[in-house]
């Protein structure tokens, strides 16, 4: 299988590689199963949230969680909408009323108003 989407290419070095690292983020590599587990948990609290042609928020924080959510959703085929955690309150809840957001996927603290919060970093990799 030689894919040609990034995603495909992921998924092949998460199968064929999986103790190789894949990140180094803040002065830690993270392996390509770490990577796979962390996109498990959040597509499984997704799963749970039955979302449908909805928009997610993504708080874009440099961690694995946050590189783990964007690949989370690309494979539940939803779209997603990057707050800044920099940016005023006030800024990312109008972005998140713009774009008719229920849910946000944030790996640190957030105090959104209005929405269903998943905490990624908090969310535990269940083995088969």
Excluded at 45 to 59: A, D, F, P
Excluded at 72 to 92: K, S
Aim: hydrophobic residues 45%; glycine residues 6%.
């Amino acid at each position: 299988m030689q894919g040609n989407s990034v995603i495909e290419q992921v998924i092949l070095s998460i199968k064929k590689f999986p103790d190789r690292n894949a990140f180094f983020i803040c002065g830690k590599f993270y392996t390509y199963n770490e990577f796979a587990k962390n996109i498990s948990k959040i597509r499984k609290s997704l799963l749970e949230k039955n979302i449908i042609n909805q928009n997610v928020g993504i708080v874009a924080n440099d961690d694995i969680e946050t590189y783990a959510s964007i690949f989370a959703l690309w494979l539940e085929g939803l779209a997603y909408v990057p707050l800044h955690p920099l940016q005023p309150i006030d800024r990312n809840q109008e972005i998140i009323s713009q774009a008719g957001i229920k849910i946000v996927l944030s790996s640190g603290a957030c105090l959104f108003s209005g929405v269903d919060i998943i905490k990624t970093a908090q969310l535990v990799f269940d083995e088969f």
